[in-house]
C-alpha cells in the first residue's frame, strides 16, 4: 500500500516537472515570436545635444516600435503633434504614424547649454 502512494506521488512530480518545463518552453517561445514579429524600428540616440540622425524616416500607417536611449548626457525627446514621449524610464512605445508629414523631435528635459537646439526631425512618408 505504502509501495503504492510513494509510486503515485512520483508520478505527480514527474508530471508537476514536465509541466513547468513546458511552460518555460511555451514562455520562451512566445517572447521569440514576440521578437520576430517586431515590425520596423525607430531608435533615437540622444547625446549632447544632439541626436544620432539630422532626420528620421518612418512609413504611414505601419505600426513601429520606437525607442529612445541616453548615450551621454540626460535628455528627454518629445514628438511634437503626435503625444509620442520618450526617456530615460520610458524608452519604448508602440506607435503607428497615420498622417504623412515632417514632423519636429525635441528634447524636453533641460540638459545644458546645448539644449534649446537639441531638434532633429521625423519624416512620416
Ligand atoms: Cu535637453
Known sequence: MQKWIMFSLFIVACLLGAGVLFQN???RQAEMAKE???GPQLKFVASNYQFDKPEYTVKAG?????S?????????MEIVGLN??????NKSA???????GTY????????GPGHAEMKTKLVVQ
Open 25 to 27: 518552453i511555451s514562455v
Open 36 to 38: 520576430a514579429h517586431a
Open 62 to 66: 505601419e505600426k513601429v516600435s520606437v
Open 68 to 76: 529612445f536611449q541616453n548615450k551621454e548626457g540626460l535628455h528627454a
Open 84 to 89: 509620442v514621449k520618450l526617456d530615460g524610464t
Open 94 to 100: 508602440e506607435v503607428t504614424f497615420d498622417k504623412p
Open 104 to 111: 519636429e523631435v525635441h528634447c524636453v528635459l533641460p540638459c
